[in-house]
């Protein structure tokens, strides 16, 4: 048992009487400033008697409850001695009064209010931390969804953009520059790392890291966190274990950590930050093709459409009815940087024409199936390094053909239906290329 | 003309006040210089560089072209993908209150005293990698479950068939708006102008030959121009009504009286400038161009032996679900951008198993066929398949129920689509219902999701393509709609 941190504990209680009968009296004091009579003034001394002791008891209780610690040592200084002065000149208040000492008595009247309300805004920012009472006027408060982040993925700090927020809306309050409950701050990562009373609150292995295990723990428990207010929510657990397990580094970016599937939908759902890859398309920067060469080659038999609107690479493909020539993919030639899907199948695409197609240097999807290539001339794509579908699928390609494959470092498909490749061929492809998905019909 | 003039009398009221500090001066100088003007600017220009017909997406695209495999009248989920072995082991018994709290019945059961449940009388396994539960009705959809993506949490707002059916076509259960099919048209253009862009086709399902009425307004325009309209291939002797020339009209006769008609036509166009005169030249058109391009796609003789083998036996019998995926296919080799399929025939409220081994046969090969044909042809890369009914069924029993027969009541709390291929994320099961299958427990996809998600995956933001009519901006989605993030691939 231990009388003095109960009593200590009062003091929040407590001194909100004092407050309510000094106040009462300075206004009850200007009320009847010019109809004062024995009865009120008695009724006014007794309120003030009631002021006084209050005030005192206040301030001995809020003694007691300094002694816990974990306070901001300026600030609890500023509250500790203003309470005493407010203690102090409520006694003068009452003696003036009572002696009808007019001017010491308004002196500390007017004393008094300045008192009360400096010692009252130190207190609290004692309990809630210093920013409370202005946080819901600052500018960056205002957005709907806070959670959203105006930021590229790229500088986007796991600690600093994910993890600290929760901390700071769910934590802070009891863990800060002011107050440091358990000896725990939390305000920084420096803070963090260095942990509370008991130790360092962060460990490798994320199950051992007190920090985890205290807002994990059955609300129940005594030891949860936070003790009142919002827990995190299960969304913030898993970012919390996310970032301790990726070595809860300081600096760490988005982009540099490793992700799982339950992250990954997190960051997209809660803050809109898609981890997905981009597509080749918007991955790469290029200029514009001016119109007239378009025109020039849409009048030459080509359908020619832009992939999507923030990329300038081309998706070409022969018109409905026209009949694919060799002259065509020579007129194509001057779009060689832009077309990124090229669609041949079914047309006379031959061998000679695959040697153009090669300089196609940002091919991603080429269609040859149904046409009369062969092996031979496969062999000049493998030079499309960014290719990442081929569809050669009704055609004379053989097992030996598939060799150029094999050289398509970011290819992902390949379709190979009605083709002379045979099981074995295919299953050595996969060999070599364990990661490409083989359409064999 | 007496129709111009009331659009030209609903612009003066709905755009009056808001033009009134130009004056009607500035009106009238405007409908001189641009006549488009006065009907909104959806056809003539963008006004806020969002709209526009045939313009490139908002990003890059997964999807270039839909096969929507509508299945109509609602197949039953517990039958077919959401497997309940807690409905088997309560079999008889009622469901409970805690688990319907009171939301609302059909007509057609609300009369009933008791809601025994109902356990489905097939098996089911688990298939592929993926470990997807499908039912021994769909044996070869079964084979191909890594390749689908199952989403078992779909709901909707409508409870009977004709407002569901529409609200999963255009986003609003009344009638009157464009169907998804037009939208794309509208928003993306086409691809091929010999064939229509929105291409529909029906069949009678062989479980109830009776089934639910499909309207033509299904896959109408709505307020969008006309020429983004489905159109409905038949099996009968003209795939395509009134496209042939009449009898003793040759095509060169037919060639000049389009070029004469076209030339009044375009002489009323620029007199009066109502866009659906535009429209207009361009489906005569469309449709002479048609007539060589649809006789040939429909005709399926060239299709080899081993198609019929994959599709099954009924795919050579013109006018079934299988020949109509057949075509589907062909279309969409033929790079049109939205093919429509209605298999009628899945209400089953009463003689549940038998009715409904009927449906899968129709179309368990089939689907499960496309799918594979896409996919070796390298089609699936950029096309996308759907496979659902418009709402879902009842946990419990609706009317006689014995060992041998049951039925189920319409349910549009939790149903299961399918979906495969282009940016759909493959061997994946999304969403849950709970033990009764009658509330969603996980991940609630809702139609305008699906739609928000379908328009998506063709680089489409659902909340930017919308068409001013009326004095309103419309949107497929109407006010709603959130993509489905988690299924992407």
């Known amino acids: 048992m231990n009388l003095s941190e109960f009593f200590g504990r009062l003091h929040p209680l407590i001194v909100h009487l004092p407050i309510g009968f000094l106040m009462i009296a300075i206004l009850l004091e200007f009320y009847f400033r010019n109809k004062m009579s024995p009865g009120k003034r008695k009724s006014i001394i007794f309120i003030l008697v009631l002021g006084a002791v209050g005030s005192i008891i206040a301030a001995l209780f809020g003694w007691l409850l300094a002694e816990e610690g974990?306070?901001?040592?300026?600030?609890?200084?500023?509250?500790?001695?203003?309470g005493i002065s407010t203690a102090v000149i409520a006694i003068l208040a009452l003696w003036s009064k009572y002696k009808s000492q007019r001017k010491v008595y308004i002196f500390s009247l007017v004393a008094l209010s300045a008192l009360?309300?400096?010692?009252?805004?130190?207190?609290?920012?004692?309990?809630?931390?210093?920013?409370?009472?202005?946080?819901?006027?600052?500018?960056?408060?205002?957005?709907?969804?806070?959670?959203?982040?105006?930021?590229?993925?790229?500088?986007?700090?796991?600690?600093?953009?994910?993890?600290?927020?929760?901390?700071?809306?769910?934590?802070?309050?009891?863990?800060?520059d002011d107050k440091q409950n358990g000896g725990l701050n939390l305000s920084t990562f420096e803070h963090l790392e260095i942990g509370g009373d008991n130790g360092k609150i962060l460990h490798s292995n994320v199950w051992e890291s007190e920090f985890f295990r205290r807002v994990t723990l059955p609300q129940e428990s005594e030891k949860f966190m936070p003790p009142n207010g919002i827990p995190l929510t299960y969304n913030e657990t898993t970012l919390l274990k996310w970032w301790i397990e990726n070595g809860a580094e300081p600096e760490t970016s988005i982009i540099d950590s490793k992700l799982n599937d339950a992250v990954k939908n997190i960051?997209?759902?809660?803050?809109?930050?898609?981890?997905?890859?981009?597509?080749?398309?918007?991955?790469?920067?290029?200029?514009?093709?001016?119109?007239?060469?378009?025109?020039?080659?849409?009048?030459?038999?080509?359908?020619?459409?832009?992939?999507?609107?923030?990329?300038?690479l081309l998706d070409a493909s022969p018109k409905n009815g026209v009949k694919f020539t060799s002259e065509m993919l020579k007129d194509l030639l001057a779009a060689k940087k832009h077309i990124t899907w090229l669609k041949l199948g079914n047309t006379s695409v031959n061998n000679e024409d695959l040697k153009r197609i090669s300089q196609f240097e940002n091919l991603t999807d080429l269609r040859l199936n149904d046409t009369?290539?062969?092996?031979?001339?496969?062999?000049?794509?493998?030079?499309?390094?960014?290719?990442?579908?081929?569809?050669?699928?009704d055609t004379t390609i053989s097992d030996e053909g598939l060799n150029a494959i094999k050289a398509l470092k970011k290819l992902k498909r390949i379709y190979l239906w009605k083709t002379k490749v045979t099981p074995s061929g295919i299953s050595e492809l996969q060999d070599n290329k364990p990661k490409l998905t083989i359409i064999s019909g | 003309m007496k129709e111009l003039n009331e659009h030209l009398l609903n612009y003066t009221r709905r755009e009056f006040l808001s033009k009134a500090s130009l004056g009607l001066g500035g009106i009238a100088l405007a409908s001189l210089l641009n006549p488009g003007s006065m009907y909104g600017s959806n056809l003539m220009k963008d006004e806020n560089g969002l709209i526009g017909t045939g313009k490139a997406p908002h990003f890059a695209p997964k999807a270039k072209r839909v096969i929507y495999l509508f299945q109509s009248g609602a197949p039953s989920q517990f039958e077919l993908f959401d497997y309940k072995p807690l409905l088997n082991k309560m079999d008889g018994k009622d469901?409970?209150?805690?688990?319907?709290?009171?939301?609302?019945?059909?007509?057609?059961?609300?009369?009933?005293?008791?809601?025994?449940?109902?356990?489905?009388?097939?098996?089911?396994?688990?298939?592929?990698?993926?470990?997807?539960?499908?039912?021994?009705?769909?044996?070869?959809?079964?084979?191909?479950?890594?390749?689908?993506?199952?989403?078992?949490?779909?709901?909707?707002?409508?409870?009977?068939?004709?407002?569901?059916?529409?609200?999963?076509?255009?986003?609003?259960?009344?009638?009157?708006?464009?169907?998804?099919?037009?939208?794309?048209?509208?928003?993306?253009?086409?691809?091929?102008?010999?064939?229509?862009?929105?291409?529909?086709?029906?069949?009678?399902?062989?479980?109830?030959?009776?089934?639910?009425?499909?309207?033509?307004?299904?896959?109408?325009?709505?307020?969008?121009?006309?020429?983004?309209?489905?159109?409905?291939?038949?099996?009968?002797?003209?795939?395509?009504?009134?496209?042939?020339?009449?009898?003793?009209?040759?095509?060169?006769?037919?060639?000049?009286?389009?070029?004469?008609?076209?030339?009044?036509n375009e002489m009323q166009y620029e007199a009066m400038g109502d866009p659906e005169i535009a429209t207009r030249i361009s489906?005569?058109?469309m449709s002479y161009r048609m007539q060589t391009s649809v006789p040939e796609v429909v005709d399926l003789s060239d299709e080899p032996e081993e198609t019929f083998e994959l599709y099954g036996p009924e795919s050579k019998i013109p006018g079934t679900y299988a020949a109509n995926c057949v075509l589907a296919r062909r279309l969409i080799e033929k790079d049109v951008k939205f093919v429509q399929l209605y298999h009628m025939g899945w209400d089953q409220?009463?003689?549940?198993?038998?009715?409904?081994?009927?449906?899968?046969?129709?179309?368990?090969?089939?689907?499960?066929?496309?799918?594979?044909?896409?996919?070796?042809?390298?089609?699936?890369?950029?096309?996308?398949?759907?496979?659902?009914?418009?709402?879902?069924?009842?946990?419990?029993?609706?009317?006689?129920?014995?060992?041998?027969?049951?039925?189920?009541?319409?349910?549009?709390?939790?149903?299961?689509?399918?979906?495969?291929?282009?940016?759909?994320?493959?061997?994946?099961?999304?969403?849950?219902?709970?033990?009764?299958g009658y509330n969603i427990s996980e991940n609630p996809v809702h139609v305008h999701d699906f739609q928000a998600t379908l328009m998506h995956l063709l680089g489409i933001d659902h909340e930017k393509l919308v068409f001013k009519h009326q004095g309103r901006r419309f949107r497929l989605t109407d006010v709603h709609g959130h993509v489905v993030k988690d299924i992407l691939s």
């Open chain 1, 70 to 82: 974990g306070f901001n040592e300026d600030t609890l200084f500023w509250h500790r001695w203003l």
């Open chain 1, 116 to 176: 009360l309300m400096l010692t009252g805004h130190f207190g609290g920012s004692l309990t809630h931390g210093s920013d409370y009472l202005l946080q819901p006027l600052m500018a960056d408060n205002s957005s709907v969804n806070s959670k959203e982040l105006d930021k590229p993925n790229d500088s986007i700090v796991v600690f600093h953009d994910i993890v600290k927020p929760f901390i700071d809306a769910k934590c802070i309050s009891c863990h800060n």
């Open chain 1, 267 to 312: 960051l997209l759902n809660e803050y809109n930050i898609d981890l997905t890859p981009k597509p080749f398309a918007e991955s790469i920067t290029l200029q514009a093709l001016s119109e007239t060469v378009i025109s020039n080659l849409e009048n030459k038999g080509w359908s020619i459409s832009v992939v999507s609107p923030n990329s300038n």
């Open chain 1, 372 to 393: 009369k290539i062969t092996d031979e001339g496969l062999s000049h794509i493998s030079k499309l390094n960014n290719l990442e579908a081929l569809n050669i699928y």
């Open chain 2, 95 to 264: 469901l409970p209150d805690s688990v319907r709290q009171g939301q609302r019945l059909t007509g057609m059961t609300s009369g009933q005293r008791k809601f025994p449940l109902v356990g489905s009388r097939f098996n089911f396994k688990q298939h592929g990698q993926s470990g997807a539960y499908v039912s021994e009705l769909l044996p070869h959809i079964g084979g191909i479950a890594d390749d689908l993506c199952f989403i078992k949490s779909m709901h909707t707002e409508a409870i009977n068939h004709d407002p569901a059916v529409t609200f999963f076509q255009t986003g609003s259960q009344q009638p009157g708006r464009p169907s998804i099919g037009s939208w794309l048209s509208y928003g993306l253009g086409s691809d091929n102008e010999n064939l229509p862009n929105f291409s529909v086709m029906l069949s009678r399902g062989s479980g109830l030959k009776t089934g639910q009425p499909l309207y033509s307004r299904l896959w109408g325009n709505g307020f969008l121009p006309s020429l983004h309209q489905g159109v409905q291939f038949r099996s009968a002797k003209d795939p395509v009504l009134y496209l042939n020339n009449p009898e003793g009209m040759s095509s060169l006769n037919k060639r000049n009286l389009l070029d004469h008609l076209g030339k009044l």
């Open chain 2, 283 to 285: 489906q005569y058109e």
């Open chain 2, 349 to 436: 409220h009463q003689n549940l198993p038998t009715a409904i081994q009927g449906q899968c046969r129709d179309v368990d090969q089939p689907s499960a066929a496309l799918v594979k044909d896409l996919k070796r042809r390298g089609l699936l890369e950029d096309t996308l398949v759907i496979w659902g009914g418009e709402f879902g069924r009842t946990a419990y029993n609706q009317g006689k129920m014995t060992k041998e027969t049951y039925g189920r009541d319409h349910h549009p709390r939790c149903f299961t689509i399918w979906m495969a291929g282009a940016g759909v994320k493959p061997g994946m099961t999304y969403g849950a219902t709970d033990d009764f």
